[in-house]
């Protein structure tokens, strides 16, 4: 769907009516800028009240100086800004003031029609932005550790029945010693403790390694 800019008289306060008379205005239109401007047009627009989006990456990058790494948002379409079509007319408004607060920008048009895009298709970029989040950092649980020493009995998987002593512990990995012909590390949150007869009984809870 598209809006033909010689058709102006189409707008219906902030709704553009369709050829057919159908209302669009929740569609997006395409804006074009210089890439590097491309986060500066979204929020400068965004910071005047009008919903635009752009899909964003974030991207790691070196200092010049030293060995550190610094996080900074990236555009992943530069050039590209969308904006919702109901705000068409105050995109043109201020494209046209000369005193506008807002980087240069246009109005992507094709044969004299701006392209409306529907929420489906923005919702694809959308996706691809997802995809390309960071994924947050495992933490690693942790629990007060066991004792060196310390008889184990495990009492699930593969060492059912078989006793053990506590190498070494911390509040992250308990190293666990099989009579000197084995050695298991396991997370030391997974370990449940029963001090019957002196022996921790081990249900292992998640992989040993």
Known sequence: MRYDFERGRAWSGTVI???NGGEYGDRWCVLR??????LSVAS???????????????RRTKRQRGNEF???????????VFARARHLPAIISAMSDPTRDHPPFSVFRYNGRAPLLADTEIERLREVERRLAPK???RHRSAAPLEEGQRLRMMEGGFAGISGVVRKSDGRYTLVGFGGWMEIQIDTFVLREDMANGVVQVALGSAVE
């Open 17 to 19: 009516k369709g050829e």
């Open 33 to 38: 800028m210089a890439g590097p401007r491309t």
């Open 44 to 58: 400068s627009l965004e910071r005047a009240g009008l919903e635009v989006w752009t899909p964003i990456e974030i």
């Open 70 to 80: 610094v996080e900074r948002p990236a555009p992943i379409l530069p050039t590209f």
């Open 136 to 138: 947050p950092k495992a």
